[in-house]
């Protein structure tokens, strides 16, 4: 791990793959699904697959913004009792295993509520996150939060829908750090056979406010989809996709063909 906080190696990764002319390849992982050391082989497959920076998903009894598929994922990791202060041990584990890519972990406020806001931030950063989603705390409500993290200099990353009002689109603006979560549908997470027509529009209308890279998710699932969002976007993030292939097998061969044929895609643009 270098000496650098967690938003500004977020803004190195950006950079990196912008003067590439590529997207970054973001993929999602449940921490604790299926199990915990799949979970750590798991991320690991993904960094070495290509992965350019990871939302990794700290578990929640009340996951409004995640689809079926995510949804169990986390269940069972709870089921199993996976807990806030177990994620972290996992991403200091990663961290000591040498994954380097940055991470932003998505989770809800009840969990970083009950935890210590303050004291969570802190020993998130300790462990090795390097930002944070939180979709059912919006801006309006994150003082504490934006100030606890930047104080130990993570990243506070928010979301937009396509529903989302000019209004809205400048709020987050002024207020998001590290990149803006773009959700590309109206709706919860999952994988989808086609990407909306009006995506493009949508991130046309954000960038108009704003010169923070914008990252698309919920979705996304094949290279050809990818490569259609990396020529649009400054990343590409894939969640169920990525989550239900890492339950099919032992070795996870399904996984890492799916996370190579993604990063492949967000590695180069759809012309």
Wanted: aromatic share 6%; charged share 20%; net charge negative.
């Amino acid at each position: 791990m270098s000496a650098k906080t967690g938003l500004e190696r977020i803004n190195h990764t950006f950079a990196v793959a912008r003067q590439e002319r590529r997207a970054a390849f973001m993929p999602y992982h449940a921490l604790g699904y299926p199990s915990r050391q799949v979970t750590i082989d798991a991320i690991a497959a993904l960094a070495d697959a290509g992965a350019d920076l990871f939302e990794i998903g700290i578990p929640h009894s009340d996951p409004l913004a995640d689809g079926p598929t995510v949804q169990t994922a986390t269940h069972q990791a709870l089921m199993q009792g996976t807990t806030v202060t177990a994620c972290l041990e996992m991403v200091r584990e990663l961290r000591d295993r040498g994954v380097t890519q940055p991470f932003c972990g998505m989770t809800y406020f009840n969990p970083l509520y009950r935890y210590g806001v303050e004291r969570f931030v802190n020993d998130a950063a300790a462990a090795g996150l390097d930002g944070l989603i939180v979709p059912d705390l919006p801006p309006e409500e994150a003082t504490e939060l934006e100030q606890a993290c930047r104080r130990a200099g993570l990243a506070t990353v928010y979301m937009l829908a396509p529903t989302s009002t000019e209004e809205r689109i400048r709020l987050v603006a002024g207020h998001a750090t590290g990149f803006i979560y773009m959700v590309s549908v109206t709706g919860i997470t999952g994988a989808r056979s086609e990407l909306p027509p009006d995506l493009a529009a949508f991130v046309r209308s954000v960038r108009r406010h704003t010169d923070l890279p914008l990252a698309v998710g919920f979705g996304i699932s094949t290279g050809e989809q990818a490569a259609a969002v990396a020529a649009i976007a400054d990343g590409v993030i894939v969640g169920s996709a990525l989550v239900r292939a890492a339950g099919v097998d032992d070795d996870l061969a399904t996984l890492k063909a799916l996370a190579a044929d993604l990063a492949r895609g967000s590695h180069h643009p759809a012309a």
